[in-house]
């Protein structure tokens, strides 16, 4: 391992394996149950009976068999007839988010919800003469004695550099990628592998000859300026190991709150549209009351049968966590957006949040918003204590389209950018 120098930071970046998997076998494990779905072909996704909704999370013995997250049920079901599907179950997840914060919370108050499975830890002032190594061996035995699952812990004195090294081989390791160890550790792999560079990115990328992070690193920050402008210069810099982005504690909360799906048959009309857009409000809603926030911007997004995809958004006159007002503004953004063919995917998404503490209103509405939050108090109350389908609207009724649907979508802030330097120009 590298030595420290004065003034470096001490980095960690805490991944969950498979979160949503393996929180669903560590909470079935706890209850009783015999089978591991961690050591079984098993998946989180979608209704097992409708076949509807995409992979969530996969077991390991579900990746050999080609199993993909992202991909639909029915595609993963046809690669392994026997694979065991299990339907999410956000707010146990959330739980178990919060349990492991809570925990990581004991090590430094320097610590940065990432996403609901991932977060950073500042333990520069926190080490009290031990080790980093010695800091994530322990915080990787008490997560795996006492929350039943396990974490990929990298160390590294930046942000961008720990979560690469967690990234590393899986599950249930600790891996360090400090700059000294950039040209063995980073260097050789995908440049698919780095952070920020997505799948449109990596094939631009290729067809430049540039394959690999190390390549990426070594090329010439004029020629990734003509061909990604500033971007050029940032993904040369992340190639580097470059980040000086801060471990912030109060940018925990999401940005973004969306939900979406993937229909089992084609939607080719615009009741049964409305209706899983309505469906996906719904979900999304209830979860922007249980955080007490309200958005200000609306998104719709749609991907027909030919796989083209395509969304709007609008800023809202007034923050709204109001069922009836957001697909109101979500079903008016489908109208413009939709041109009448063939529609697999709909998905909504929540931005622009705010505290529902504090909002302002027209005098004009006071009354009528103050009448729709108690209603949506009310039908939230009585799904929380009888079920998500104690209480359904009438337009569900022998429709065929469930009246909550749709994955989680909750955005959270991502990595700061770094400053760009001088030298990279």
Not at 25 to 54: F, K
């Amino acid at each position: 391992m590298s030595s420290y120098g004065s003034g470096e930071r001490t980095i960690l970046h805490v991944d969950v394996n498979s979160a949503f998997l393996s929180w669903e076998a560590a909470y079935r494990l706890q209850h009783g149950a015999s089978l591991d779905l961690r050591e079984i072909p098993s998946v989180v996704g979608g209704d097992r009976e409708s076949r509807r909704g995409i992979v969530l999370a996969k077991s390991i013995p579900a990746k050999k068999f080609g199993i993909k997250t992202g991909e639909v049920l029915w595609q993963a079901r046809s690669k392994c007839p026997n694979l065991v599907v299990v339907p999410p179950d956000y707010s146990l997840y959330l739980q178990c988010s919060n349990a492991l914060m809570e925990l990581l919370s004991q090590y430094t108050p320097l610590l940065e919800r990432y996403s609901v499975d991932e977060c950073f830890l500042d333990i520069t002032h926190s080490l009290r003469g031990r080790s980093p190594l010695t800091i994530a061996r322990e915080i990787s035995q008490r997560i795996k004695n006492e929350l039943g699952f396990t974490v990929n812990i990298g160390i590294s004195n930046n942000k961008l550099l720990a979560k690469m090294a967690s990234e590393l081989e899986k599950p249930d390791k600790i891996h360090t990628m400090f700059p000294s160890e950039i040209p063995e550790k980073m260097w050789p792999l995908q440049v698919n592998e780095l952070f920020m560079v997505g799948r449109r990115t990596a094939a631009k990328l290729n067809m430049l000859n540039i394959f690999t992070i190390g390549q990426l690193a070594n090329a010439s920050p004029k020629f990734l300026t003509a061909h990604f402008k500033s971007y050029g210069k940032l993904l040369n810099q992340f190639a580097w190991g470059i980040d000086d982005s801060p471990v912030n504690p109060y940018a925990s909360e999401a940005k973004g709150i969306g939900n979406s799906t993937t229909t089992p048959f084609d939607v080719d009309n615009e009741r049964e549209a409305l209706l899983y857009l309505l469906s996906l409000v719904e979900t999304a809603s209830s979860r922007l009351r249980r955080a007490n926030l309200m958005a200000g911007v609306v998104s719709v997004s749609i991907r027909k049968t030919d796989l083209s995809f395509s969304s709007h958004q609008r800023r809202l006159p007034v923050p709204t966590d109001n069922t009836e007002s957001l697909f109101k503004a979500a079903s008016a953004l489908f109208k413009e957006l939709w041109d009448g063919s063939p529609l697999r995917h709909l998905g909504v998404a929540f931005s622009s949040l705010c505290s529902d503490g504090f909002y302002q209103i027209s005098l004009f509405d006071e009354g009528r918003i103050l009448k729709n939050k108690n209603l949506d108090a009310s039908i939230d109350a009585i799904r929380t204590h009888f079920g998500s389908t104690a209480l359904i609207r009438g337009s569900f009724v022998n429709s065929g389209i469930p009246p909550l649907t749709g994955g989680v979508m909750d955005g959270f802030p991502v990595m700061a950018k770094p400053a760009l330097k001088g030298g990279y120009r």
